[in-house]
């Protein structure tokens, strides 16, 4: 079975490991720090913070700006469950913007005619998540310039994107976001196995986010409010936070990583070029991208256009699977799952990200990839399409 996505590893990331296992620190130490300092240097933001995974980093994003009940999360309905749940985690209500027909990410002008009526209503969202689907960054500058008019925080979420690039700028310079979300989990553009980063301009949000990381506790007795002349081991818990911190391992296996992130990004480019032109004549929409942005190719969509095929999706899909090629579907619309369905949203809510889904195929692509199992991959999509 040929994958739909796999991981790099190199004989210098197993012993970017081994040297931390042999070392005195094993859990969040030196090498976390300069795993942050390194990728935030890479991205071109002021401060990043290593946490256990995407999700915990949208979590504490959220958290960040004091998100909480009473507030509204606006998302795209063309995500993970991670981007609208961790509102959720704060208590906070949810709600979503249609996409792009072309891009498949959050529609600027959907998003801004949904503000309108926000405003006209009385409700605008507290906090926007924008998802930079299967590695191509949202319309930036145009989220940026609604938030300033309507007033809501951008957070990015770039699980998809570590190493894409938008205005010709690193995907997490936070430059039109107030915070920038990645994810490092083994199917992502780069991995330390489970993890996740994340990157923000703001002094405030940083020291937040370090504070709820580790559980709200301080050790800075600047930070403290109980008397002073206690001894070296005092602490103070601030906050109700959690226990996010990533490990020394794997911030050993990030660094790595991150030295081969354009290569990486780089070879899936190329992986894509070669997938649109083996494509041009089949009744598919290979990916269409914006002039001012480079991918990081985390997945690779086609979309079937059904009405020229004789075969449904599924039968597609699985006559693919039998013919050893690990297809994927990315995503199920996130406010068709039954947990939201139980918050009120039902079929046809967001008409452009349904019939999206209904057409969506991911195919394999991820680096280590042969040339001999591209062909493999293009030839069965077009058997599987055509017979």
Not at 17 to 37: A, D, I, Y
Not at 54 to 77: K, M, Y
Not at 285 to 310: C, E, G, I, M
Not at 359 to 379: D, S
Request: proline letters at 4%; charged letters at 20%.
């Amino acid at each position: 079975m040929i994958p739909y996505v796999h991981q790099s590893i190199s004989a210098a990331d197993i012993d970017a490991v081994v040297n931390v296992l042999k070392s005195e620190w094993l859990t969040q130490g030196p090498t976390v720090r300069r795993f942050e300092e390194e990728l935030a240097s890479y991205c071109g933001a002021n401060y990043a913070v290593a946490v256990t995974n995407g999700t915990s980093g949208l979590h504490l994003a959220c958290q960040s700006f004091g998100l909480g009940p009473g507030d509204l999360l606006w998302t795209s309905p063309n995500t993970f469950v991670a981007s609208a749940n961790c509102a959720r985690y704060c208590g906070a209500d949810v709600d979503f913007v249609d996409i792009d027909a072309r891009t498949y990410n959050m529609s600027v002008v959907a998003l801004e005619e949904k503000l309108a009526l926000a405003k006209r209503n009385g409700r605008l969202p507290k906090a926007v998540v924008v998802v930079h689907f299967a590695g191509q960054s949202c319309d930036m500058a145009a989220i940026a310039e609604l938030a300033h008019e309507y007033g809501f925080y951008v957070i990015e979420d770039a699980a998809h994107a570590v190493g894409g690039e938008y205005d010709g700028e690193k995907v997490g310079s936070c430059r039109f976001s107030d915070l920038t979300v990645f994810s490092f989990h083994p199917v992502k553009v780069m991995t330390t196995g489970e993890g996740g980063m994340v990157l923000t301009n703001r002094k405030d949000f940083y020291n937040r986010l370090l504070n709820l990381r580790n559980h709200g506790v301080t050790r800075d007795p600047r930070e403290m409010s109980g008397e002073e002349g206690h001894g070296p081991w005092y602490y103070e818990q601030l906050a109700l936070g959690h226990n996010y911190r990533m490990t020394d391992i794997q911030a050993a296996l990030g660094l790595s990583q991150l030295e081969r992130l354009d290569v990486f990004v780089e070879e899936r480019s190329e992986l894509a070029q070669r997938y649109n032109e083996a494509f041009t004549d089949l009744p598919i929409t290979t990916p269409w991208q914006r002039s001012n942005v480079r991918s990081a190719w985390h997945l690779y969509v086609v979309r079937l256009r059904l009405d020229k095929l004789k075969r449904s999706r599924r039968e597609i899909f699985e006559s693919l699977h039998r013919a050893g090629i690990g297809v994927n579907v990315h995503y199920i619309p996130v406010h068709l799952h039954p947990y939201y369905r139980k918050l009120g949203f039902r079929d046809g809510d967001f008409p452009e990200a349904e019939r999206y889904y209904q057409e969506a195929i991911t195919l394999p692509l991820f680096p280590a990839m042969t040339g001999a199992e591209q062909e493999y991959v293009a030839k069965g999509l077009k058997e599987a399409l055509l017979n």
